[in-house]
């Protein structure tokens, strides 16, 4: 039972638009969420989180959202750049719980198209 | 500063047969996860290490072992090898047990024939 979702396995988008990611979850006890971004050949890169008391956090051109009566979180990458084609994985834990292993979804590929 | 290395890169065994990977974390980490990445699938937790202690554990078989060493640096085995366990796997290390930024290797991948 998958408890986190990535629904669109891939995603192609214009270059200087905006890119959405997006992600569910079914565990209520989810607190804390992660953004992952994975070259090929190289290890999942942190990007950015978001706290469960919070519903939305900015880092650049990255934006989190997350609605926690949906258990739905997205990813808006504004403007997207050709260097951000990769493999984005929404992760999760119950770190409120004291439960710090990472629950990942399958990922979605995001090509950007010069 | 070197990151998170993992070795060997790639390695090919044959079912039944027991493995050794190794990790060595981020400069100044002292915590350990091991993640399991099948083709397609997002990484799995299988468990992690602090203050050489397994702390937290996955839905993964006792087939499964590792250590950490004085120096924070890991090993995962992998005993009686099945064709299902072929995957990337995957280091991470942080500061402490926490989930957030976690850095990750570039990972080992598996062939179990």
């Known amino acids: 039972d998958q408890q986190v979702k990535q629904n669109s396995p891939s995603l192609s ?40 008391i919070k519903d939305k956090n900015e880092d650049g051109r990255f934006t989190v959202f997350l609605n926690k009566s949906a258990k739905h979180l997205s990813l808006h990458i504004v403007p997207s750049q050709p260097g951000d084609s990769a493999v984005y994985f929404c992760a999760a834990s119950e770190a409120g719980a004291g439960s710090y292993q990472l629950t990942f979804g399958k990922g979605t590929k995001l090509s950007v198209i010069p | 500063d070197a990151g998170v290395t993992q070795s060997p890169t790639h390695l090919i065994k044959t079912r039944g047969q027991q493995v050794t990977l190794r990790c060595s974390p981020k400069s100044g980490h002292d915590t350990v996860s091991w993640y399991q990445q099948a083709l397609g699938q997002g990484p799995q937790f299988i468990f992690q290490y ?27 085995n992998v005993n009686a090898l099945l064709l299902g366990d072929s995957a990337l796997y995957l280091c991470a290390s942080s500061l402490g047990i926490s989930p957030e930024k976690l850095f990750f290797g570039s990972g080992t991948q598996l062939s179990v024939l």
């Not at chain 2, 554990?57 to 060493?69: K, L, V």
């Open chain 1, 13 to 52: 988008v214009q270059e200087g638009r905006i890119s959405i990611l997006n992600c569910d979850y079914t565990n209520s006890m989810f607190d804390y969420f992660l953004w992952y971004k994975k070259y090929p050949a190289e290890g999942p890169t942190f990007l950015i989180s978001i706290s469960s």
């Open chain 2, 50 to 76: 602090y203050e050489e202690e397994e702390r937290q554990r996955g839905n993964f078989p006792d087939r499964f072992s590792g250590h950490q060493f004085p120096n924070y640096s890991s090993e995962l």
